[in-house]
T-cell receptor, first 111, second 113 residues
Framework: GNSVTQMEGPVTLSEEAFLTINCTYT??????LFWYVQYPGEGLQLLLK?????DKGSNKGFEATYRKETTSFHLEKGSVQVSDSAVYFC??????????FGAGTTVTVRA | DTAVSQTPKYLVTQMGNDKSIKCEQN?????MYWYKQDSKKFLKIMFS???????INETVPNRFSPKSPDKAHLNLHINSLELGDSAVYFC????????????FGPGTRLTVT
């Protein structure tokens, strides 16, 4: 079956530090890959996505590249802000009417 | 305009009670979902509906019964609530499966005492 493994948290950083959250997946076929973000007390919202190998998703300074050869979709941001404090979820969709989520990584950015 | 809305936002009830959570989307999407998020933030699919038809029932106890009266609504009814049902329940919708973003509601925090 499909599965997503992402870096365990929590992660605590200072403002302007570099953030990377590792994500690897197991899936049949050619899944679409997503990063969702959950701010405190809110629902999930899409941060970025990639639908085929070598695609790069980007949004709000975050980037992730779909690497089929390493089955990875690592999330990166060059300079984090306090407002980036949230829980980040890696997810995949294999066209089977559901998202399979990683366990989530809690990120705290301190001023 | 709220894209995906859920009511109530908070629900506190006692074991053995029956409760419902409502979900509505105004995006014109064909597919709707229920997810459960546990206390460790882990998210798991419960149900998927496409054009009002049940597509996925992910080994959820039959005390949970989803109902989709039309494409814009997917309600979740829970019978005989148990302590382990305490969680945050998220409704979501998408145009179709795969490649498309799922839009999530704000969640319903259910606490069973």
């Amino acid at each position: 079956g499909n599965s997503v493994t992402q870096m365990e948290g929590p992660v605590t950083l200072s403002e302007e530090a570099f953030l990377t959250i590792n994500c690897t997946y197991t899936a049949t076929g050619y899944p679409s890959l997503f990063w969702y973000v959950q701010y405190p007390g809110e629902g999930l919202q899409l941060l970025l996505k990639a639908t085929k190998a070598d695609d790069k998703g980007s949004n709000k300074g975050f980037e992730a590249t779909y690497r089929k050869e390493t089955t990875s979709f690592h999330l990166e941001k060059g300079s984090v802000q306090v407002s980036d404090s949230a829980v980040y979820f890696c997810a995949l969709d294999s066209n089977d009417y559901k998202l399979s989520f990683g366990a989530g990584t809690t990120v705290t950015v301190r001023a | 305009d709220t894209a995906v809305s859920q009511t109530p936002k908070y629900l506190v009830t006692q074991m053995g009670n029956d409760k419902s959570i409502k979900c509505e989307q105004n995006l014109g999407h064909d597919t709707m979902y229920w997810y459960k998020q546990d206390s460790k933030k882990f998210l798991k699919i419960m149900f998927s509906y496409n054009n009002k038809e049940l597509i996925i029932n992910e080994t959820v106890p039959n005390r949970f019964s989803p109902k989709s009266p039309d494409k814009a609504h997917l309600n979740l009814h829970i019978n005989s609530l148990e302590l382990g049902d305490s969680a945050v329940y998220f409704c979501a919708s998408s145009p179709a499966s795969s490649s498309y973003e799922q839009y999530f509601g704000p969640g319903t925090r259910l606490t069973v005492t």
